[in-house]
């Protein structure tokens, strides 16, 4: 069965950073492109960034520039470097294939922005 386990969240001030680390237990994850999810209270889940197989990236536009998303094929892990944060950053912060697909949520790491 797919797992995915994020790690890396906490409660930050604005303007700081953190490092968010995805674990998956998908035997084709070299070949999946990934991403970098979000749910803030009372919205939609919405996706952040995503990085194909070959590394290219792709940001929303509100986190381009203080995020980056990357990929260690080795340890069927991704990350997300989190810049200069602000309190709409506030959400629980999930991984998975790109696009969505039948595969099971993790349960995600909670990331608060508050000064």
């Known amino acids: 069965q797919v797992q995915f386990v994020e790690s890396g969240g906490g409660l930050v001030q604005p303007g700081g950073s953190l490092r968010l680390s995805c674990a998956a237990s998908?035997?084709?994850?070299?070949?999946?492109?990934m991403g970098w999810y979000r749910q803030a209270p009372g919205k939609q889940r919405e996706l952040v960034a995503r990085?194909?197989?070959?590394?290219?990236?792709n940001y929303k536009d509100s986190v381009t520039g203080r995020f980056t998303i990357s990929r260690d094929n080795a340890k069927n892990t991704i990350y997300l470097q989190m810049n200069s944060l602000k309190p709409e950053d506030t959400a629980v912060y999930l991984c998975?294939?790109?696009?969505?697909?039948?595969?099971?949520w993790g349960q995600g790491t909670q990331v608060t922005v508050s000064s």
């Open positions: 998975n294939v790109f696009p969505v697909t039948s595969l099971k």
């Open positions: 990085i194909s197989s070959g590394g290219v990236t």
């Open positions: 998908l035997s084709t994850f070299s070949i999946r492109a």
